[in-house]
């Protein structure tokens, strides 16, 4: 929930309407003033290409929420969205306008339009600017708030409140003590003062940080509050029960749920967007690499040791559950896959599959995994189920890699935290970083993890072998 003021609120509606007015404007201008310079324009970009470069701009500023209340909050938000916007609008319209046949391409055209666009909307922006300064700094058009209670949730919520510029921060209006009644429903004569003297400053909102074992003693407080008129907004003090951090969402708006951990992948749009990725990309390569890669090295292995060109082993994948996880077999037939890690030297490795292993190729068959959907390109890497029991019981938060797919690298690997975990210091410094990937998990830090794997491969890892 935002601290919003008449002027943040305005802005999402001013904003867009001042902006189509603008860029409406900016091209009747551009299309003149092209003409002007004596250079050739056809009759259609003013009559019909309006309306698609109208479509474009709504297209391109929903793609980046330029308009949404997050942006709002912030001007330096407007102005990076602003930007963002301009150049893909610039990058689809000039596109557009070069595959239309029927239509002579006006370069000069798009270089003033774009100009006289830019300018104006930083113009647009700069102003809106100004007048937020002139609301906030003369006119004292900012909202009045206080804090009540001072341990830690409360000194950091006053922190938070001092850094807003759409806020007139007032300050404590008591301690701890001062929040619950005495027994006979009263608070002290000292809080009511208090209170009664920010009322009259114009506070409007009071931000009380509560401990939950006590809300039952917070009656007294709020008749008071009534009194004076006075927003109370509770916040929980829950600094000393939890030392992590903590998110409190709704459970249809009614019950509210802590959460110890941000995982971006429990939203159902994550999720998709992710297997969507991985099931793309997966194919790509099955049908572009594999396709001729899979009987080039299946040759390879069979030319230099009996077997099978596949192995195969059980894995644990998300929550806990088994699944066959696939690889170029790199080793003599042995008993020993199941329980033994591949270590530097190790006299099992064939000659082929020491190549396969240096260069992460005896892993390309995981994208078989990838494509049925019991592995992700990027997650936590698979372990051996007798490593789960045995990691499971020595390192306290080993478990939870388990919450989402295994992949065939990961955030851990690209780190260096890859191959024989030789300690079990090795094996912490992996789960740190297989948790912070499931907590700060984007589309764009796999992508990141991709290209790091790839300068990998090339350059080569001293833990591959």
């Known amino acids: ?121 930083m113009l647009n922006r700069f102003i809106g600017t100004y007048i937020q300064h002139v609301l906030i700094s003369r006119f004292h058009s900012t909202r009045k708030v206080a804090v009540m209670g001072d341990n830690d949730t409360g000194l950091r919520v006053a922190a938070y409140l001092q850094k807003q510029r759409n806020i007139d921060f007032y ?141 195969k082993q059980q894995r644990s994948g998300i929550n806990d559950e088994p699944f066959w996880c696939y690889k170029f077999r790199s080793m003599r037939m042995n008993n020993d896959s199941d329980k033994k890690q591949a270590t530097k030297g190790d006299d099992r490795i064939t000659p082929i599959g020491r190549i396969l292993r240096k260069t992460s190729l005896d892993e390309m068959p995981q994208f078989f995994n990838v494509f049925i959907g019991n592995m992700s390109v990027v997650g936590p890497r698979p372990h051996m189920l007798r490593h789960t029991e045995e990691y499971k019981k020595i390192i306290g938060q080993y478990m939870v890699r388990q919450f989402v797919k295994p992949g065939i690298t990961g955030w851990a690997q690209v780190n260096g935290y890859r191959g024989e975990t030789k300690d079990d210091s090795a094996m912490e410094k992996r789960i740190e970083h297989d948790i912070w990937y499931l907590e700060h998990w984007s589309s764009m830090l796999d992508i990141k993890i991709i290209f790091l794997t790839v300068i990998n491969v090339f350059r080569g890892e001293e833990n591959a072998y």
Not at 16 to 38: E, H, K, R, S
Request: hydrophobic share 50%; glycine share 6%.
């Open 1 to 121: 929930m935002s601290i919003q003021t008449r002027y943040l609120y305005l802005l999402r509606y001013i904003l867009p309407v001042t902006d189509i007015l603008m860029l409406n404007m900016i091209y009747v201008l551009a299309y003149y003033f092209t003409g002007y310079m004596g250079k050739g324009i056809s009759e259609e970009l003013q009559k019909h290409y309006l309306v698609v470069c109208n479509l474009l701009w709504f297209l391109n500023t929903a793609v980046f929420n330029l308009y949404s209340e997050y942006n709002a909050r912030k001007i330096e938000r407007i102005y990076r969205g602003t930007i963002k916007s301009v150049l893909l609008h610039f990058v689809i319209f000039s596109l557009y306008l070069l595959f239309a046949k029927d239509l002579a391409f006006s370069r000069s055209f798009l270089v003033t339009f774009y100009i006289f666009l830019f300018i104006g909307f």
């Open 171 to 311: 300050g404590f209006v008591g301690d701890d003590a001062s929040i619950y009644g005495d027994g006979d429903g009263n608070i002290s004569a000292e809080a009511s003062a208090r209170l009664q003297q920010a009322a009259v400053y114009g506070v409007k909102d009071l931000y009380v940080s509560v401990a939950p074992s006590r809300m039952r003693e917070i009656g007294p407080l709020v008749l008071e509050a009534d009194k004076q008129l006075l927003r109370l907004k509770f916040i929980p003090d829950l600094a000393g029960a939890l030392a992590a951090p903590y998110r409190i969402s709704y459970m249809g708006g009614e019950f509210p749920i802590i959460t110890l951990r941000h995982e971006p992948l429990e939203s159902m749009g994550n999720r998709f967007k992710k297997r969507a990725f991985d099931m793309a990309f997966s194919a790509f390569v099955i049908i572009f690499v594999l396709s001729w890669l899979y009987p080039l090295i299946g040759l390879l292995i069979k030319l230099q040791s009996k077997g099978p060109v596949m192995f």
